[in-house]
């Protein structure tokens, strides 16, 4: 069957209504477009796993707290409807700014997130992860479905998100895909495509770094594990790192030994020329 492309809340909610009036289970995949394998990995996982696959494509300006990063994010519909098609999706939401917030981008209320919002990206991008609260609690009220589906490059997300469902009441089974990677290590992610070619040549030592640290770890403290990433990556020419934190998987709490643990996970965010890129690599 042909995928169905829903651009208004009423046709979504019609949708929503029919498929589990129908008894179905409904996988979504929230995205913000300029699709990737990435996200594909995300999207067969929701097709093979559920009855329904339904992707969203919505750039949310609420979790922008730069202009720039918001006015530059690459967009690629066509492309993008797509590729969805050729998954096997069943149907895309791709609403307009208006038809998502038809009361403005205001938030009504501040989410309970937790402490895990708070570090990381909570510091360096204020009132980010309300943004992504705001956003994926509504698709979850209109899209109901049973699992919903996120990319592990977003380590501090899935956390943030899972806070949310908690606090929000929302039942919903959240459900992390593991990172998917260039041939040369670079984690995949909308943004490459704003890299220069010079740029896009040095990206991967992002990865090449985390990936040494952590046979790195075996032999020393967590403070030299972090001094030698970054180190290493402040020396590349364009690459510059905004914060790399080694931090508790389940609270996201910077740790100091590695005994203190037995989930550790090093989150790194690098500005190459003025491209913001996130990665992350497990200890344990
Ligand atoms: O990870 C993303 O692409 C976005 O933060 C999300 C979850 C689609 C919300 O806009």
């Known amino acids: 069957m042909a995928m169905q492309i829903i651009r208004s809340v009423s046709d979504l909610e019609a949708f929503v209504g029919k498929t589990l009036g129908n008894g179905k289970t409904i996988g979504l995949v929230p995205t913000?477009?300029?699709?990737?394998?990435?996200?594909?990995?995300?999207?067969?996982?929701?097709?093979?796993?559920?009855?329904?696959?339904?992707?969203?494509?919505?750039?949310?300006?609420?979790?922008?707290?730069?202009?720039?990063?918001?006015?530059?994010?690459?967009?690629?519909?066509?492309?993008?409807?797509?590729?969805?098609?050729?998954?096997?999706?069943?149907?895309?939401?791709?609403?307009?700014?208006?038809?998502?917030?038809?009361e403005g981008t205001e938030r009504d209320h501040e989410f309970d997130l937790g402490t895990a919002a708070e570090v990381?990206?909570?510091?360096?991008?204020?009132?980010?992860?309300?943004?992504?609260?705001?956003?994926?609690?509504?698709?979850?009220?209109?899209?109901?479905?049973?699992?919903?589906?996120f990319g592990e490059k977003d380590f501090q997300q899935i956390a943030v998100i899972r806070n949310m469902v908690d606090s929000e009441h929302i039942d919903v089974e959240i459900v992390p895909v593991p990172i998917k990677r260039a041939d040369d290590g670079l984690a995949l992610s909308s943004r490459n495509a704003l890299l220069t070619e010079?740029?896009?040549?040095?990206?991967?030592?992002?990865?090449?770094?985390?990936?040494?640290?952590?046979?790195?770890?075996?032999?020393?403290?967590?403070?030299?594990?972090?001094?030698?990433?970054?180190?290493?990556?402040d020396a590349v020419p364009h690459m510059n790192v905004e914060y790399f934190e080694i931090v508790d998987g389940?609270?996201?709490?910077?740790?100091?030994?590695?005994?203190?643990?037995?989930?550790?996970?090093?989150c790194i965010t690098v500005y190459c020329g003025k491209v913001r890129l996130i990665d992350n690599i497990r200890y344990k």
């Open 250 to 266: 389940r609270t996201l709490l910077p740790i100091d030994e590695w005994e203190e643990s037995p989930d550790i996970v090093g």
């Open 120 to 149: 990381m990206e909570g510091k360096f991008r204020p009132g980010h992860f309300q943004g992504v609260a705001q956003v994926v609690s509504r698709l979850f009220r209109l899209c109901r479905p049973t699992r919903a589906y």
């Open 32 to 102: 913000m477009g300029a699709l990737h394998e990435g996200h594909l990995s995300l999207v067969k996982r929701a097709v093979a796993e559920n009855d329904v696959a339904l992707v969203s494509v919505f750039v949310n300006p609420t979790q922008f707290n730069n202009p720039v990063d918001l006015a530059t994010y690459p967009r690629n519909e066509e492309e993008d409807f797509r590729l969805l098609a050729g998954e096997g999706v069943t149907a895309v939401f791709a609403p307009t700014v208006e038809e998502m917030y038809p």
């Open 198 to 233: 010079e740029q896009r040549k040095v990206a991967p030592e992002i990865h090449a770094a985390l990936a040494y640290s952590v046979e790195y770890s075996k032999s020393h403290s967590v403070k030299a594990t972090h001094d030698t990433v970054v180190e290493r990556i």
